[in-house]
């Protein structure tokens, strides 16, 4: 609750003062939380956590970050709290980030509270973090298609101007996505590939259903042998939906006369000429 709700229940500031400063309440940023600094209590929920944000910040919050991430049922591996306001705020809680645009229309949550678009709280996410840990934030929503190469482009050419922080950054993950790959492990196995003189290798290429839409896409195929490899990143099968969505697609894909083949991170980067062998293997077998 904000100080103005516990004075329309009846509670003066100097009440609300002397209940935080003796640990009955606690106070965060703008809210006030109604139990005992000295208790054990459970994990704030997402809720929560958004209204302490907007408490504390105003009512011009957009709210970003992995709260929008998991509002929106992204599941990626980010704690990053992050806030978008229009102008600079004369206050600051710990642990959250900044970061001002102008302000526009932002849809209400049934709770009132204004969450960004996943793809927007994705790329702020990406501007601020370190960058090895933005690496593995874009392999995951890549791998997930939480996100498509010419979609994030596009997505990061609204960012662009002067003073726009963490551009560069993103200008070096847009690379990595245009080179056809969604993580790093991809990347890694199309170099082996053009090692294994085997090709032609097609990235992201997709298999249609009777009816012409797309049943499943493959991290690389060489379409004439009907050979599908399948790369495991680093955050492969992070949840178990993502892991029975893949058995499925697998199965579509056997049944469609493609021989599978597939590498995990390790085997790419620490075993590498076992995979051109097996690549090499699995092409003669075909040619035959």
């Known amino acids: 609750m904000s100080s103005d709700d516990l004075r329309e229940c009846g509670f003066s500031l100097a009440v609300v003062r002397r209940r935080v400063s003796t640990g009955d309440w606690q106070r965060i940023g703008g809210a006030v939380l109604l139990s005992p600094a000295h208790t054990d209590r459970p994990a704030l929920s997402d809720t929560a956590l958004a209204w302490i944000l907007r408490l504390t910040f105003g009512a011009k ?21 992050i806030v978008v306001l229009p102008e600079k705020p004369n206050i600051s809680l710990p642990g959250v980030t900044v970061l001002r645009r102008p302000e526009r229309s932002t849809p209400v949550s049934a709770d009132g509270l204004r969450f960004l678009p996943p793809r927007e709280a994705l790329l702020d996410c ?44 993103l200008s070096r993950l847009r690379i990595r996505a245009e080179s056809g790959s969604r993580s790093e492990a991809e ?23 009777d009816d012409g839409r797309v049943a499943a896409e493959i991290d690389f195929a060489h379409e004439g042998l009907r050979i599908a490899i399948e790369v495991d990143g680093r955050a492969f099968h992070s949840d178990r939906q ?39 293997a699995a092409v003669a077998q075909r040619a035959a």
């Open 61 to 81: 919050t957009r709210i970003s970050g992995v709260l929008a991430l998991r509002n929106a049922g992204w599941s990626l591996p980010c704690q990053t709290h």
């Open 126 to 169: 990406l501007s601020v973090l370190p960058e090895a840990a933005a690496i593995d934030l874009f392999d995951g929503a890549l791998q997930k298609r939480y996100v498509r190469p010419a979609a994030f482009a596009a997505l990061m050419e609204t960012r662009r101007g002067r003073g726009r922080r963490g551009f560069g950054q």
């Open 187 to 209: 990347q890694r196995m199309a170099r082996l590939l053009k090692r294994s003189g085997t090709g032609p290798w097609t990235s992201n290429f997709p298999v249609y259903d």
């Open 242 to 280: 993502s892991f029975e969505r893949d058995r499925a697609r697998q199965n579509l894909l056997v049944l469609h006369g493609w021989l599978i083949l597939r590498f995990t991170w390790e085997q790419i980067t620490e075993r590498p000429d076992e995979v051109i062998a097996a690549v090499h």
